[in-house]
């Protein structure tokens, strides 16, 4: 099957207090769709608050838009029978900021990588999913031996963060909705994440939907971009036409705001690792990630 995640007039309001209709409006009319194949990367580019983890929380069916609709294959993914909704959550695939939230600190990391085993099924003998487990740590560079039995915070952020790119792997999803993922990491480790999402993409065939407030990645990564203010999408086009020649001024403003953008030279060491996104400190907890199961 040709799989498809389209947004269709997605809106998304919330209640709030001291604005002047009593609701902000995240999500303006945001209209989209992603391919499974060609696999695609697309980048979702706006500054903190621009409704950018709104989005992958209603694509990641973790919130039900105010309007409009988000659909996978053609349906409403809030309308699924129960098979078709085991499908897409295998399918659609998210890989958070911070993974270390996500890891249980009590239990070896080896633990969610076979949890994801058994969940899908994925080997019939230990053997196998040990095999199969090793595989998908070498597709993300890591070392068996090096990760193995050991526990989430004797390993790196970057190692936590491929772990889970190893669980990615071995469940071979059509799309990544991937937010902020490396908005915690160091300069050479980020590129080492995004060079691992350019593997899956051209020898998995996944497509990634990179939610990122830095251009630099998304020259690093190429494909299409959109770029979001305030809950709509103000601009869209591959990275080279949109950074060359960006059409809507919010977008010279994300580009005025990087030191020499030339995305024919691809950038390999200059990142600002210090522009974290800092909704967090001013909006609760529960809504600048999408919430991912403790594994
Ligand atoms: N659950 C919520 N309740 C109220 N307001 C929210 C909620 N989630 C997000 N918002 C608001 O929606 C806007 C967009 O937030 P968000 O999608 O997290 O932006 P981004 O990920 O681009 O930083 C912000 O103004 C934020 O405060
Ligand atoms: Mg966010």
């Given amino acids: 099957m040709k799989s498809e995640l389209e947004l269709r007039g997605v809106q998304q309001r919330f209640h709030a207090r001291g604005v002047a209709d009593g609701y902000v409006t995240a999500v303006d009319d945001v209209s989209f769709s992603l391919l499974a194949s060609p696999p695609q990367i697309v980048s979702l580019v706006g500054q903190s608050g621009s409704g950018k983890s709104t989005i992958a929380r209603n694509v990641l069916g973790l919130q039900k838009p105010t309007a409009g609709s988000v659909l996978y294959g053609g349906k409403d993914i809030f309308k699924l029978s129960r098979a078709e909704y085991d499908a897409y959550r295998r399918d659609v695939q998210p890989v958070f900021q911070d993974p270390y939230a996500i890891f249980n600190p009590f239990y070896r990391v080896?633990?969610?990588?076979w949890k994801a085993v058994k969940k899908f099924k994925l080997a019939d003998t230990r053997a196998a999913g040990l095999e199969l487990i090793e595989e998908s740590l070498q597709a993300v560079r890591l070392e068996p031996e090096n990760v193995l039995g050991r526990y989430p915070h004797q390993l790196s952020g970057g190692q936590r963060q491929r772990?889970?790119?190893?669980?990615v792997h071995m469940l071979r999803p059509s799309f990544i909705i991937a937010d902020e993922p490396v908005s915690m990491l160091d300069a050479q480790v980020r590129k080492h994440f995004l060079d691992i999402l350019l593997d899956f993409q051209r020898e998995h065939g996944m497509t990634t939907l990179f939610i990122t407030h830095d251009l630099s990645t998304v020259y690093y990564l190429g494909g299409e971009v959109m770029v979001i203010t305030k809950g709509q999408i103000v601009e869209r086009g591959s990275v080279a036409t949109v950074m060359?020649?960006?059409?809507?001024?919010?977008t010279k403003l994300l580009l005025d705001s990087i030191p020499q953008p030339d995305p024919d030279q691809r950038w390999t060491s200059r990142i600002q690792?210090?522009?974290?996104?800092?909704?967090?400190?001013n909006t609760p907890a529960d809504t600048t990630q999408p919430e991912a199961p403790i594994i």
């Fill in 244 to 250: 060359h020649e960006p059409s809507h001024p919010y």
């Fill in 110 to 113: 080896d633990r969610a990588l």
């Fill in 163 to 167: 772990i889970m790119l190893a669980r």
């Fill in 273 to 281: 690792v210090d522009e974290l996104d800092h909704l967090d400190d």
